[in-house]
C-alpha cells in the first residue's frame, strides 16, 4: 500500500464497537508449520503439503478490474508459499464471481461505520444472502451475542454484547476464534485536495461506496486570506 494502510485484525479495527482482544502481533509461522505437520501434511518435492493424495492447494479470485485486490492476492500467495499452500490467483468478472464466490476463497472488501456489518458478514441469518456471509458461518454463541447487541437498552451494553461475539476467551468469529475471514489490511484512502479548501478532522473511512468523504461536507470551508 505503499505506507497507505496498515495490518487488519478485523472488519472494525479502531472503531468503538472493536474488541482489541482480537490483535495477533506475533508471527505464527513456525507454530502454524508444526500444526500442518501435526495433522500430517507433508511437504512433497515440489514444497507444496500433501495428505492422503490432496494436496494443499487453492484457487484465490479477485475483481479482474481490481488493480489493489489484484496486488494483495499476489502478495498473500506469496506470504503463505513458505508454508507449503499453493495459492493461485485469478482475476474474474463480478459476474463471474458471483458463481463461485460460495465454493472457493475470494479477495473481498469490506467496510463500514455502523456494527451492524459484523451482523451482516457473521450471521446465521444472512448465510448465502448475497457477498456478505458466503462462507455460510454459522456459530450460536455468536449469534446469541448478536442478538443482545441488536435488543441492548444502551449503546454502551449493545458494544460489549458486539465485542464478546468477535472474542470472548472461548469462541468468536474473529482471527482468535473461528476465522471464517481472514482480514489482511485497511486501506487509508488517499484525496486530493485544494490547497485552499478546509475539510476539517476525518473519521475512520469506511469502505469507499457512498463517498465517505463527502459526510462532513456541511463543515468543509474555503480558509480565510
Same mark, same amino acid.
Given at each position: ?17 472493536? @474488541?482489541?482482544?482480537? =490483535?495477533? *502481533?506475533? $508471527?505464527?509461522?513456525?507454530? !502454524? ?5 501435526? #495433522? /500430517?501434511?507433508?511437504? @512433497?518435492?515440489?514444497? =507444496?503439503? *500433501?495428505? $492422503?493424495?490432496?494436496?494443499? !492447494? ?5 475483481? #479482474? /478490474? ?35 464466490m460460495y465454493s472457493q476463497p475470494i479477495m473481498m472488501g469490506w467496510g463500514s461505520y455502523t456494527p451492524l456489518e459484523l ?107
Amino acid at each position: 500500500m505503499q505506507g497507505f494502510g496498515t495490518p487488519a485484525y478485523s472488519v472494525a479495527d479502531k472503531l468503538p464497537w472493536w @474488541n482489541e482482544d482480537v =490483535v495477533v *502481533e506475533d $508471527d505464527r509461522m513456525e507454530e !502454524a508449520k508444526d500444526m500442518l505437520d501435526e #495433522a /500430517g501434511w507433508v511437504m @512433497n518435492d515440489n514444497g =507444496v503439503r *500433501e495428505k $492422503d493424495g490432496l494436496q494443499a !492447494a487453492f484457487q484465490l479470485v479477485y475483481p #479482474a /478490474g481490481d488493480q489493489i485486490r489484484q496486488s494483495l492476492s499476489i502478495s498473500f500467495a506469496e506470504m503463505i508459499k513458505p508454508l507449503g499452500i499453493d495459492v493461485e490467483t485469478k482475476g474474474l468478472s463480478w459476474n463471474e464471481i458471483e458463481k463461485v464466490m460460495y465454493s472457493q476463497p475470494i479477495m473481498m472488501g469490506w467496510g463500514s461505520y455502523t456494527p451492524l456489518e459484523l451482523y451482516n458478514l457473521y450471521s446465521s441469518n444472512t448465510k448465502g444472502i448475497g457477498y456478505y456471509n458466503a462462507n455460510y458461518y454459522s456459530n450460536p454463541v455468536v449469534d446469541d451475542y448478536m442478538e443482545q447487541a441488536l435488543n441492548a437498552t444502551s449503546q454502551e451494553e449493545a458494544y460489549s454484547y458486539w465485542k464478546k461475539a468477535q472474542w470472548d476467551g472461548e469462541t468468536g468469529f474473529s482471527g482468535k476464534g473461528d476465522v471464517p475471514w481472514v482480514w489482511l489490511v485497511n486501506l487509508g484512502h488517499l484525496y486530493f485536495v485544494d490547497e485552499d479548501l478546509e475539510i476539517g478532522d476525518q473519521k475512520i473511512q469506511p469502505h469507499g461506496h457512498g463517498w465517505p468523504l463527502t459526510d462532513s461536507i456541511e463543515q468543509w470551508h474555503w480558509k480565510e486570506g
